[in-house]
């Protein structure tokens, strides 16, 4: 492009234009008048270059100085001998462990693959390589416990220093894996801009988190980030992902004993907080999060005694009164297990055979319509409730009793003297069977309702129950003990990638833009820049020019 | 139900119970053991009394004593005479702007009409209502300037009187519209829990915001509460509403001058917050931000000077480097405008028919692949972006051009030396047609950078762009003029209802529960309880039962 310039900057030259013969770019030409008859003609892997002069003289003039203007490219770094081979770098820098490869799509992953062969990381800069090459050279890296960031990855920082497009950041306790470039970028500046600093940002290449690719890359990363220990904080990133991948990348991060800032575009997750995962919705309230997680001391999470349960064990019955709090708790819990059975499910493939009968995890709403003919509303009558609980107490299964303690004007006047006894029997009956059931009450009132909060919550509690006033609180707990009752944890089946690809001087080969090369220098990198030449099916001359042009 | 318990704790008496005879209730009654053939053959309209004894003997001198036991009702407030009709009620309490009906389902659409005609507002506690006549109450509610809360609506806070189920809490500057119960009610609780206070707290029945309904009590109550004096902070809460009706009622949010809270659930917006809508997504979360804001000065919104616009300009051009810029960009303004058109849309019937022509609002992300192939990125080189600056600020619909400056390593070393200078002249070519062209920049960038940001933003913001680091306030600002410039609002076709259903001493009629007289006496309300009947048609002796049992 500084050819296009310097030729537009010639006597008599009004715009030149200096472009691959693809269709889009003579759609660009074409819009600045610069697209002739020969430019139309040129193929794709034509190199066209259009002078529109006032005269046929300056026009023809400047033409004839296209060789003298490349000749004019910016030098950059010294570098006495060039290796023309990705294997004869590596051995003039055998501590490379990166290879940046930034050649022209059709020939990157060729490259790619022949630099996992070598044995190195591959940061893949190059767009237009096919998801096919990407699956195949993520499988063989993973194989080798190495990393391929990309396809189409824009930007890195690894142990401080920018790989392609980065930004300079302060140094810091946060982790970022990201299936997005400018995205990454933009979430490491605001970080730094707030104060925060950046461990490591890793790349993994905007398909990664697709159904085709499975996210191989991003659980390797977070696998490693998990481990690192200048890593406190880690920082979860995708363009839209597929909902099963981000799922299983999910679980993967619930694993991982540190907070996992999320901000997958376009998937929502039902609250705020699940366990360590911190939902964020845009790039700045990543930032935000991530920085005021980082500041704060590293707390140990709370380890949740589910060994009091006996074997076998393990499903939510939800006994509500309201139907909204009924259905806010199967949407929070959503994050925590697969599916709750209800009388009104968030969808219908989860509705209960029969409302009278629970099954799995289960959430009844006992004032809903079916329940109310001809009978009072569960709020003022606990009737249903206290023999729905006694016959959930009885299932060898059922680990957790929910309910909603509902006060105010209106309701029962004094719910807990007739809730509590019931409670206590319900856990005598389980503890009779050598079970436990853990009986999670949230109670909705003030201190001025008629019931005397204070006392119902007591009640409550003596009778063994924990009661909560906040839903939020309450999900936090019953979904952390289905969640460790029912585990479904993503155990990496990859071989681990060594910490050292992070924590030593990052060393790099670069094949492909020169400026990476500079850039990577100016950063106080080991580089070395290969004079790569796409191989022998490719025009020669053509790629030469663009390699000079690209200087 | 008392009935039942009165019954179950007779000597000799194992279980009992007393219920309607409907499928469901059956059910219940068989797990308890009490299905018994007769109960089994009972109709949906009869009433079953079941009970369970150690011997016939005490089963018949239980069954002998239902009428005996009828007679102990508790009693509620005294009430000298009791009008037999609501039209008598209506006389004896003038004042009264609202009838609570809680009649069983079929006769409720019945009584809720004649309280319309009376010219009273309606809480209408009672579920079982068929959609169809909630349509027609609300309409005809609407067309008398009343308000129809419900059906199957559980509770209300009107000028501190409770109505239906609700929590005793403290007045204050926070108004809630709600199609939910207990989920208002938790948010209420919450509220005052953490310090808050409500103004009030109005109901909608849990369909308002189907499609069916479309949220016609929701918006009566939004504009009331918007002009209600005692209401600075408004919360409109709804169980999964129609996306369209959402829509609807969240522009009419727009327009009004205060902060509202958003929970709606199952409704993911694209960010936390949008103009004056605040967008939570659990009852705590909502409680706390509607704290949070009813405890900050009122802030005058800042009026976005649109002026300076010629007629006709409308539209957003965003020419962006970045793609995860672009997108994060595309996914914000959704809620700003019904469609951004791109070359890398969020939804497919969005996509750009050229990549090279803008239509209407668009993003067009220049980095990708189609612009790449045999050029360098944007980042690197800006001449793409400045031709399509020049073409965009030629557009006479073109109100806003949003671009991304991404600064850092590997990208080009002082972009803002091209961009500036052509910023400048695209405000040029459109000021000489007449036109104010607003060029708006998000700047991604540390002070650590080699481009020297300061110098960046300077030169950007000198050439007339504004210039931010944060995506949200970028987003902010264009969403804010794009809305402004293209205006959708909710005019409301309904006439407004006074708001001295709010704000006088509340005064009610109750047909149905007479514990909800009571509870509105305990509070201080004038009420007056009506000696409710069926129709003719109705089984009047069954009636007669329910009611005294209910008593």
Redesign the interface.
């Known amino acids: ?1 500084q050819l ?2 310097s030729l537009a900057s010639l006597p008599g030259v009004l715009d030149a234009g200096v ?4 269709g ?2 003579k ?2 030409l074409a ?2 008048q610069l697209l002739t008859s020969e430019a139309q003609a040129a193929a ?1 892997d034509d ?1 066209v270059i259009v002078v529109n002069a006032e005269s046929d003289e300056a026009a023809t003039t400047a033409l004839e100085q296209v060789d003298e203007l490349l000749a004019r490219r910016r030098t950059g770094v010294e570098q006495d001998y060039r290796p023309k081979s990705l294997k004869s770098a590596s051995d003039m820098l055998p501590s490379a462990q990166w290879v940046l490869v930034s050649v022209p ?1 059709r020939y990157a992953a060729g490259v790619a693959r022949e630099a996992l062969r070598e044995g190195k990381n591959v940061f893949l800069y190059s ?2 390589v096919s998801l096919q090459d990407e699956i195949e050279l993520k499988r063989l890296a993973a194989s080798k416990s190495l990393l391929v960031m990309g396809p ?1 990855c ?2 890195a920082v690894v142990n401080g220093v ?1 790989l ?7 140094r810091g306790p946060i982790g970022l894996v990201a299936a ?7 979430v490491c ?2 970080i ?2 707030l104060g925060g600093g950046i461990s490591h940002a890793l790349g993994t290449g ?1 398909r990664d988190l697709s159904e085709a690719v499975g996210a191989l890359t991003a659980h390797q990363e977070l696998e490693l980030l998990g481990r690192d220990p200048s890593t406190a904080v880690i920082v979860l990133m995708s ?2 992902p597929s909902h099963r991948v981000a799922r299983e990348l999910l679980a993967a991060a619930r694993s991982v004993c540190k907070p996992v800032v999320v901000d997958f ?2 998937y ?1 997750s ?3 907080r699940v366990g360590n995962l911190y939902f964020a ?5 990543t930032a935000e999060v991530a920085v005021q997680l980082s500041k704060q001391p590293a707390q140990d999470r709370k380890a949740l005694d589910v060994d009091r349960f006996a074997p076998g064990q393990r499903y939510l019955r939800g006994l509500f ?5 009924a ?2 708790a199967l ?2 819990l959503q994050d925590y297990v697969p599916a709750v059975y209800s009388n009104a499910p ?1 969808d219908e493939q989860n509705r209960l055979d ?3 009968v629970s099954q799995a995890h289960t959430i009844v709403d006992l ?1 809903g ?9 569960p ?3 606990n ?2 409730r206290i ?1 729905r609980l006694q ?1 959930e107490a009885a299932d060898p299964e059922v680990a957790v009793i929910l309910l ?1 303690v ?6 029962h006047p004094d719910p807990a003297s007739e809730l509590a006894p019931a409670i206590a029997s319900a856990r005598g009956t389980a503890a009779a069977a050598g079970r436990h059931l853990e009986v999670v009450a949230v109670v ?7 019931q005397d909060i204070a006392s119902q919550v007591q009640q409550l509690q003596q009778a063994g129950a924990t009661a909560y ?5 309450t999900i936090e707990l019953v979904g952390g003990l289905l969640g460790a009752l029912n585990p479904e944890p993503w155990t990496s089946k990859l071989p681990a990638v060594d910490l050292s690809v992070l924590n030593q001087p990052l060393a790099a080969v670069n094949v492909g833009l020169e ?2 090369t500079d ?1 990577l220098a ?2 106080g990198a080991a580089t070395i820049h290969v004079d790569w030449k796409p191989p022998a099916g490719g025009d020669e001359r053509l790629m030469d020019i ?1 390699e000079r042009m ?1 200087g």
């Not at 009164?321 to 709090?325: A, F, I, V």
């Not at 319509?369 to 509303?377: A, S």
């Open positions: 492009m296009q310039r472009v691959m013969g693809t889009a770019n759609d660009i819009q600045s794709a190199l799509g767009d237009n189409d824009g930007t920018g392609g497009f980065a930004n300079q950041v302060r997005s470039g400018t995205g990454l970028q933009q500046a605001r730094h801009q905007g363009k839209p575009i376009g929502s039902s609250s705020r919705s845009t790039f700045d309230e009164s309201g139907g909204t709090m259905y806010e949407l929070l968030l029969s409302a009278m004032g319509d079916e329940f109310t003919v001809g009978r009072l509303h709020m003022m009558d009737d249903l023999r016959q909603d509902v006060l105010g004007h209106g309701a909705v009132g003030t201190d001025e309702d008629p006033y906040s839903n939020d609180a400026s990476f850039s100016l950063q663009l690209r």
